[in-house]
């Protein structure tokens, strides 16, 4: 087998990074066609190192079992070395009798694991029985194979499974999870059960390391010591019609998939300066419509004292990413900043690329003497008479297909409100929507939501319904994601869902879509410059809602108390322009002095919450919408 002799000897211990839990993850070799021979010899899988089925499931068996597994573009191999002294097999393959278990799940397009393919390993007793594979649910599996072969104290075996038992492996064989479960039995039941995993859920399951999972793993992560990715997408982006897997470490893309640049390497590239570059935007949508996902990114880099920030779609041509448009949406100086707004507008098979204006501070016409951008669509400039600009993809390239105009010497018409939240309707609760979404969080049928009202937060003519279960915020609606699906977040940052105090909507952002304002509470142990006892943080979140994600525009601390004593600000929603600012003011102290209070006003976010601003400092703090989040 070709594929172990470039495997790093401590892959096995390494923590995966790309791995969501600490659970050790599986290398799933890449084997060429027609090199693994099935005979229950395991002479062809040379070095590879094998795994241990050492978790204990249920009872307790002298059975041990080492095994590994393999692949190619046809099928799954399972080697395993398997000891037990008394191996019980009938013609009848009965779920009593010994055997292993294959589970495997794949990644939706959201990145869940709904469901858990199982396969059972029925090996032969030799000169008596013959093996068989069979499918949870199908039976007997049309072209796989297992065959056997004695050891001491008890049996290896080889399989083949065929990759089109399994629906999802049409198009996705990225991001798998799977496990293997050895199961002794006497023929009338089964006394203990051994595996690789301790849980066989489908998003609890160890993730299998694919030939560029395992090359990524060695090489990029680790001598750039990446952490979890910013973003984890699953999405047809190259080549042929299988999936592949789009990975955002900070600013650094990464691309593989199964048949994409043969399936043993990835593609890497660095979008900005990780040094000055920021991502405001990064997304993965098939723009023109040709089955093909692009790469959308706002970036933004550094030019000279300031920034300049532009729109880029990108495109794999073969296995080179290249840039099919490009625009100009920002810039920013010590004298002000202007960022035009970026919708990608559903259109026919693909999408419209729309800049609008959006929102400046510091600049005026008689004040602005920056370069004008040419190699690329220039930024649309608040005093212009352009209000947004639409794109479109004409089978070659993106152009331009309308432009709208602004009345001069008057501000752009903002949309609609959206209505006040309220109880939803009958026709309103979407149950089965609701049903789908406890089945995949394990929630019981008859848990109660502890806020629940409708209001428009997302692009459709319907409004949505906005749960609070938990800590898990949850949004579907007649016109979200046609009626049939949902989207949720899960809120870590409060211990206890009885530390969310409050949960509503309103559009802060200015776009006539409502946000979702959490309040809440986040209690810790007092620093000791603080005293003994628990610290109580009130804080507040703001949240966007899209048909793929909720997403945090903007967080803050508004008060901290500690039994008796408390120090809290003041937070505004003031109208202006496009939207409401969020005005942090000073409050007030009650217990602690500027003299007694130990710590300086900070200037900057802290853990990713804007701080509270001290009675005694002078001036507020002020936040604008800038398209992404709020920023100063």
């Not at 079992?65 to 002294?85: E, I, K």
């Not at 599996?141 to 065929?162: H, L, M």
């Not at 040094?275 to 933004?300: C, H, M, W, Y």
């Amino acid at each position: 087998m070709s594929l172990p002799r470039w495997l790093c000897p401590t892959l096995l211990s390494l923590a995966v990074m790309i791995s969501a839990s600490a659970r050790a993850d599986v290398p799933l070799f890449l084997a060429k066609p027609g090199e693994i021979k099935v005979d229950g010899v395991l002479r062809d899988w040379g070095g590879t190192p094998f795994f241990r089925l050492d978790s204990r499931v249920q009872g307790s068996s002298p059975s041990n079992v080492r095994a590994a597994l393999a692949y190619d573009a046809t099928f799954l191999y399972v080697a395993a070395q398997v000891v037990d002294p008394s191996f019980v097999r009938t013609n009848r393959f009965l779920d009593t009798e010994d055997h292993a278990e294959l589970l495997l799940s794949f990644p939706n397009a959201q990145g869940q694991y709904n469901r858990v393919f199982e396969v059972k390993l029925f090996a032969g007793k030799p000169g008596e029985t013959e093996g068989q594979v069979k499918a949870v649910g199908l039976g007997p599996v049309r072209g796989a194979e297992i065959v056997e072969a004695p050891s001491q104290g008890g049996y290896t075996f080889e399989a083949k499974i065929p990759w089109s038992v399994f629906p999802p492996a049409a198009q996705t064989r990225v991001k798998l999870r799977g496990a293997l479960r050895y199961l002794d039995g006497d023929g009338r039941g089964t006394s203990a059960i051994i595996a690789s995993a301790p849980s066989n859920r489908a998003a609890d399951l160890p993730l299998l390391l694919s030939a560029p999972e395992q090359a990524l793993v060695r090489g990029l992560i680790n001598d750039r010591k990446f952490g979890s990715p910013t973003a984890d997408i699953i999405a047809n982006v190259a080549g042929d019609s299988m999936t592949e897997r789009v990975l955002l470490f900070h600013n650094t893309l990464v691309v593989y998939g199964p048949t994409f640049r043969k399936g043993t390497e990835y593609f890497w590239s660095d979008i900005t300066d990780p040094n000055a570059g920021q991502l405001p935007l990064f997304d993965v949508r098939d723009l023109t419509g040709d089955g093909k996902s692009e790469i959308i990114v706002v970036k933004r880099v550094s030019r000279g004292t300031g920034w300049r920030q532009m729109l880029q779609v990108l495109s794999f041509r073969g296995d080179s990413l290249q840039p099919i448009f490009e625009h100009e949406t920002g810039l920013g100086s010590s004298q002000g900043t202007i960022e035009n707004k970026v919708s990608l507008v559903p259109s026919g098979q693909g999408h419209s690329i729309v800049i609008s204006l959006g929102s400046d501070s510091g600049y005026d016409a008689s004040t602005y003497h920056e370069p004008q951008e040419t190699e690329r669509e220039p930024l649309l400039l608040p005093w212009g008479t352009v209000q947004s600009r639409t794109y479109a993809w004409d089978g070659k390239q993106f152009v331009k297909r309308s432009e709208q105009t602004k009345a001069a010497d008057s501000a752009p018409a903002r949309p609609a409100a959206p209505p006040p939240p309220r109880p939803p309707s009958a026709d309103e609760l979407l149950d089965q929507v609701y049903r789908l979404y406890k089945k995949d969080h394990n929630i019981p049928e008859v848990a109660k939501p502890t806020f629940d009202f409708v209001t428009n937060v997302a692009a459709s003519q319907e409004v949505e319904r906005i749960i609070c279960h938990g800590r898990d915020l949850v949004v579907f609606g007649k016109g979200f994601r046609e009626g049939r699906g949902y989207v949720s977040l899960s809120m870590p940052q409060f211990v206890s869902d009885k530390d969310i105090h409050d949960v509503s909507a309103f559009d802060v952002t200015g776009d006539g879509l409502a946000d979702i304002i959490v309040r809440g509470s986040q209690r810790t142990k007092a620093p000791e410059e603080l005293g003994q006892g628990e610290l109580v943080r009130e804080v507040l979140f703001v949240y966007r809602v899209d048909e793929s994600s909720i997403s945090r525009v903007f967080a803050a601390e508004t008060a901290v108390t500690l039994g008796s004593r408390r120090i809290y600000s003041l937070l505004a929603f003031v109208p202006s322009a496009n939207g409401l600012d969020i005005e942090i003011r000073p409050g007030r102290a009650i217990g602690w002095t500027r003299a007694t209070w130990p710590y300086r006003q900070d200037t900057e976010a802290v853990s990713g919450l804007e701080p509270i601003v001290l009675p005694w400092t002078e001036q507020p703090f002020r936040f604008r919408f800038a398209g992404q989040t709020f920023s100063r």
